[in-house]
């Protein structure tokens, strides 16, 4: 499945979205990012409690990262609905613009901005990842969902693993391949390889992660040494402060790689090279709210489970620091995701959503408690 963020696929989905939640008793609004908070009305009025996800996804993603979370939420609406069931408060389901950061380079970009963490003028003016150009606010516009409400907690209040993305820019020289000796070579491309492998390398020593996903050499020529490359570069880990040693290191090592003062045995040292770091995406580390996880666990009793840290970042990055927040995971076969394979048994699906409902009106119950008390 491939459905970038603010693409005609994407208009689909969210077309569907709020048509169904409408259909179930909801009220829809859109901020103006395109988060679109489908609102079900409760015994007394407050912010919702919410469960939330992404309909958008990789270029060659799988159809169940975040679209079952929203697909879930939506069988809860159903369920109340067609069950008659009111609750204490407000109750809804989220569905965040541009979760996967694969078309516009930052990922949760959305909740970060209604989280008051990215700045709104910074993301509308986010550009497509290729050669297209366009940026966040017109593909908002272009499909209808640039909402008049503001993208902030405030004026749509409801009750992981860190990481930082990076892009690298390794600078060279042009040259012939044929004319040139490997000697006299300002490779920026062979740096470039190096730096990547020296990643890895880094982030195995510090039981983290390191990927890179894109990379363009410039020019793209078959007998031009490549004078400029730049590429994504995506650590992680689970501890904020070894994230941070894990790039000190990078950068240590990048630089007396770009340099030549590194050397595989039998490699020819060439001319230097530049190389410049740019922070696109910081993450830090999150510990979920104790009540909601509490909430989870009750409603997961009886199934096999086990409580885990994410290695990916969520949504509920950016929404835990603004209100309390926990998650739920179904298991996909071999682990697979972000990518066509992926697949999550019917039996699974089904018991994620039950106990995405069970935590919902668990935790309605508690701000009962709570309010009366």
Known sequence: MSRLS???ADKHARDWFAATARSLGCRVRVDAMGNTFAVRPGRRPGPPTCAGSHLDTQPTGGRYD???GVCAGVEMLRVLEEGGVETEFPVGVVNWTNEEGARFPISMVSSGVWAGAIPLQTAHGLREVGTGGRTMKQELERIGYLGEM??????MPIGVQA?????ITVR?????TGTTALALRADALLTAAKLILASHR????HDGLASTGILTPSPSSVNTVPGLVTFSLDIRHPVDATLLRMEEAMRAEFAALASGAQLAPGEVRGRPCEVQWCLDAPSEAVVFDADCVRCVRASAAGLESVEMRSGAG???VFTSRRVPTSMIFVPCRDGVSHNPAEYCKKE?????AQVLMGSVLRYDELRRERASG
């Open 6 to 8: 603010l693409s005609d």
């Open 66 to 68: 975040g679209i079952l």
């Open 150 to 155: 503001e993208a902030s907690y405030e004026a």
């Open 163 to 167: 990481y930082r993305w990076h892009t």
């Open 172 to 176: 060279g020289r042009d040259s012939h």
């Open 202 to 205: 880094i982030a195995a020593a």
């Open 314 to 316: 969520h949504d509920s």
């Open 348 to 352: 699974d699906c089904a018991n994620g």
